[in-house]
């Protein structure tokens, strides 16, 4: 009997990393620039899989389980494109490279927000008119694969961490927050779109919905550039007028890099006490994602922010990227762990294909 090869394609904002997986177990993990187009192209190419899962980050209401893609699937993505304009149009554009490199393989979709499912009525309402909400402006929440990983980790590192009150922080170039009782979402800061919440690489974060009617009223800006402003023009690179990259914003010693990097914090442990209302408390804290695993800077900078809840941080352990972040008298456990986004795909898929 054949080997069952599993290719994963995860379209971020920022790259597309991909995994490959013979028999359940991981063969190959290459990580491509996301308008790396050639490259992308090769890789679908060379690897000859039986099943293609894809992370497609807005489900809007009707896919709330991981799906099998055909025709009227993808019709319903393509109508969710202005959701999510930096990710879907891509990711779909993957779907149908897949289609005509290897007709016939099926494809299985993912979604960013079906963890968030679980969250209370009133965790997904907005302050609108009932119509609005029934027709589908309501919160989603996104990184929900992301959070799948992480609630799946949490059982075999930390106890109080896996049953209690946590709160995640996936920081990457797309960023969020997300609050869990014993690995179930509760509260999370992305909401109609993954423009929401936090501050971000190109993404503003949460602002006032009135910037943006000021914009079109008073700046005679059209739609289209108040969009482009917000979503790639702004965030670390519109803040520091450095980069989109924590590294080197980190890395510039202008006050205007220094002011982004503590505007990120801040927005950040904003959404995490936001995260402890929701919860009723908070039992444990979680970094993961690019810059959450691997800048100590900012989670120190997070947790100084949240000095007041009772959480230390050991600097000795932060700096070393530990798993066990917290000092033994701090009232919240602190952890550092890698998120496997291509991971909960692989695992998803074959019950998928199999009806269950």
């Not at 108040?226 to 914003?249: F, N, P, Q, T, W």
């Amino acid at each position: 009997m054949a080997a069952e090869t599993i290719l994963v394609v995860n379209v971020g904002s920022s790259s597309i990393k991909c995994a490959v997986y013979r028999d359940g177990a991981e063969v190959e993990r290459p990580n491509l620039p996301h308008r790396d187009s050639a490259a992308a192209a090769e890789l679908l190419a060379r690897v000859r899989p039986t099943v293609v899962g894809h992370r497609i980050v807005h489900g809007g209401m009707s896919f709330t389980t991981p799906t099998r893609i055909t025709p009227d699937v993808l019709a319903e993505l393509d109508a969710l494109a202005p959701f999510a304009p930096l990710h879907i149009p891509a990711e779909l554009a993957v779907i149908r490279a897949v289609e005509k490199l290897h007709p016939g393989v099926p494809q299985v979709a993912c979604f960013d927000t079906a963890f968030h499912a679980s969250m209370p009525d009133v965790e997904k309402r907005y302050g609108l008119p009932r119509k609005y909400h029934a027709a589908g402006v309501r919160k989603y929440g996104f990184h929900g694969l992301s959070y799948q990983s992480i609630a799946a980790r949490l059982p075999d590192v930390s106890a109080r961490a896996a049953t209690g009150k946590t709160v995640v922080c996936h920081l990457g170039s797309g960023a969020s927050v997300c609050g869990m009782s014993g690995g179930k979402s509760v509260s999370t800061s992305m909401g109609f779109s993954p423009l929401d919440g936090l501050l971000m690489a190109t993404r503003c974060g949460r602002i006032d919905p009135g910037v943006s009617l000021y914009l079109l009223t008073h700046d005679g800006m059209t739609a289209d550039q108040v969009k482009h402003l917000l979503e790639r023009e702004s965030g670390l690179l519109g803040v520091s007028g450095v980069s989109a990259d924590i590294r080197e914003v980190l890395a510039n010693p202008s006050a205007d890099a220094a002011l982004a990097v503590r505007l990120f914090c801040r927005m950040a442990a904003k959404e995490v006490a936001a995260a402890a209302v929701a919860l009723g408390g908070l039992d444990a804290l979680v970094f993961t994602a690019g810059i959450g695993e691997n800048a100590p800077a900012v989670r120190a900078g997070v947790v100084a922010e949240l000095a007041w809840l009772g959480i230390e941080l050991d600097p000795a352990a932060n700096d070393r990227n530990a798993t066990h972040l917290n000092t033994p008298a701090s009232r919240v456990a602190v952890l550092c762990l890698p998120t496997d986004e291509e991971r909960v795909i692989a695992d998803a898929v074959p019950a998928v294909l199999s009806g269950h």
